[in-house]
C-alpha cells in the first residue's frame, strides 16, 4: 500500500502553489507590458521616426520580471528539463537515494543563489544603474532572490516529500 504524504507537506505544497500563482500573474502582466513597451517602441520609431529615449531600459527591467517568474513558475510547474538516466540503468532503487542527494545538492545551490543575489544587489552608490534612465537594479535584484527562494522552498517541498515516500515511488517524479 502506497503511504500517504504528511498532512503539512500537502500544506506547504497548496501554499506554494497559490504563491507560484500569484506569480505567475505577475509574470504575465509583464509579458503582456512588455509587447506594449514592445509595440509603442517600434511605432514611434519607424512610424513617426523619433525614438522614445530610455525604452530599452524599461524593456530590460520588465524582461528581468519575466524572466524571475518563469523561473519561479517553471520550478513549480516542471519546466525546467531534466534526463533520468540513473533511473532507466539501475531503477528506484538507487534513484531513491539518488534524488535525495541532488535535490539537497539543488536546495543548497538555489539557497545560496538567492543569498547572492539580496547580498550582492547594488544602486547607485557602485553604479548598478541602467544606461540611460539610471534605473537602479537593486529591486529587480530583490525581485530574483525572492523568485529564487520560492525555487529553493519548491525543491525543498520535493525533498521532504521524497523522504516521507522513500520507501515507495516518489510522487515527484515524471512518469516516463
Not at 6 to 27: E, H, M, N, S
Request: net charge negative; proline share 3%; aromatic share 10%.
Amino acid at each position: 500500500m502506497p503511504r500517504e504524504t504528511p498532512q503539512v507537506l500537502k500544506w506547504a505544497d497548496r501554499q506554494l502553489g497559490f504563491l507560484t500563482g500569484l506569480v505567475a500573474v505577475i509574470g504575465a502582466l509583464a509579458v503582456f507590458g512588455l509587447m506594449v513597451i514592445t509595440l509603442a517602441a517600434v511605432f514611434w520609431r519607424y512610424a513617426l521616426n523619433d525614438p522614445i529615449f530610455g525604452i530599452s531600459d524599461i524593456s530590460m527591467m520588465t524582461l528581468i520580471i519575466v524572466a524571475g517568474a518563469s523561473v519561479c513558475y517553471g520550478a513549480r510547474h516542471g519546466a525546467h528539463v531534466s534526463v533520468n538516466v540513473i533511473g532507466m540503468v539501475v531503477g528506484r532503487n538507487v534513484t531513491r537515494y539518488t534524488d535525495a542527494v541532488m535535490r539537497l545538492l539543488a536546495f543548497g545551490i538555489l539557497v545560496l543563489a538567492t543569498y547572492a543575489l539580496a547580498d550582492k544587489a547594488c544602486g547607485a552608490e557602485r553604479a548598478c544603474l541602467t544606461n540611460n534612465m539610471s534605473i537602479e537594479h537593486v529591486p529587480f535584484y530583490y525581485f530574483l532572490s525572492v523568485m529564487m527562494g520560492i525555487f529553493a522552498l519548491q525543491v525543498l517541498l520535493q525533498l521532504l516529500v521524497g523522504l516521507a515516500h522513500l520507501d515507495g515511488d516518489d510522487p515527484n517524479e515524471i512518469a516516463d
